[in-house]
């Protein structure tokens, strides 16, 4: 179910990140990091992104923070100089607590084990599946929880090869997978030849019942907030292409290619 908040106090930071996201205190007394509509074409196809994104991350039972749909008061806004919409609501994603950044100085506090190698290896199968083109080398957007040992997957505002909805669907480099970033060597240094196969195979079986549970969601893609004016057919078209048997099939063959080049798989 879409949570539906509004702001209750001035927004009181603004992260200098590509899409400046405001942090808002909401109505269940909880903070949100917000991207929010601006004046600009394609923006509204980024937010729609984002929530597409948000929504099957979940189903897939990736780590992610819960979303909900955000109308920020026009009062909210005043020490915010970024030009705005002050009528379309925000997409706000939960603030976790006790994370830091994974990025190439950082990665090496993430405990290294079976628990962050299938975390990371399904991380990578999503991002291959939705075409997540915004999470490489130097921007893993990914958190991780130091306490529970949680990796933790944030940003989708550049899946669907970077919000492209005029053209199909194509599979992902090589080198935009997070396989390729330091975080995985990090990792599947520490586990055994035999780990990575089991892991692998286990995500295999994995692979089909995320994608029963994300379908299942695609109905909630209706609440894309009609004010961000994205048409519905495009995104269903989108979704079709997603679960369609060929995009499945080459997902995971590119999937396991990109892993055999990054570690010892199939060795
Ligand atoms: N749910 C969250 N809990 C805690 N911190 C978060 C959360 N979401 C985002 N952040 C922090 O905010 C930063 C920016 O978030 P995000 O990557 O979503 O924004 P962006 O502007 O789209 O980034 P990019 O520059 O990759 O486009 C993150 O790097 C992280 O430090
Ligand atoms: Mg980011």
Not at 154 to 181: K, W
Not at 186 to 212: F, G, M, P, W
């Amino acid at each position: 179910m879409i949570l539906y908040l509004h702001s209750i106090q001035d927004i009181s930071v603004q992260y200098e990140t590509g899409d400046l996201p405001v942090l808002v205190l909401c109505s269940d007394g909880q903070q949100y990091i917000c991207k929010y509509m601006r004046p600009n074409a394609t923006i509204a196809y980024k937010l729609a992104c984002e929530f597409m994104g948000a929504l099957f991350a979940d189903a897939w039972r990736i780590n992610t923070p819960p979303f909900s749909i955000i109308q920020i008061k026009p009062a909210h806004w005043a020490s915010i100089s970024t030009p705005h919409s002050y009528s379309a609501p925000a997409i706000g994603f939960r603030k976790i607590d006790g994370v830091i950044d994974i990025t190439p100085t950082t990665y090496q506090q993430v405990k290294v084990g079976k628990q962050a190698l299938y975390q990371l290896l399904k991380i990578a199968l999503f991002d291959f599946w939705i075409a997540n083109e915004d999470r490489t080398y130097n921007n893993a957007n990914l958190l991780y929880q130091l306490e529970t040992n949680t990796i933790i997957s944030i940003d989708y505002g550049g899946i669907l090869n970077n919000v492209s909805f005029d053209y199909p669907l194509t599979q992902l480099t090589e080198t935009d997978s997070i396989l390729c970033a330091d975080i995985f060597a990090h990792i599947s240094c520490h586990v055994t030849n035999e780990q990575l196969k089991d892991a692998v195979s286990h995500l295999q079986k994995d692979y089909q019942r995320c994608l029963i549970r994300a379908k299942e969601q695609t109905l909630q893609l209706a609440n894309i907030p009609k004010e961000w004016n994205v048409p519905i057919t495009k995104i269903q078209a989108k979704a079709n292409e997603l679960f369609s048997d060929k995009w499945i099939e080459d997902t995971w063959t590119n999937f396991v290619e990109c892993l055999k080049q990054n570690s010892n798989y199939g060795r």
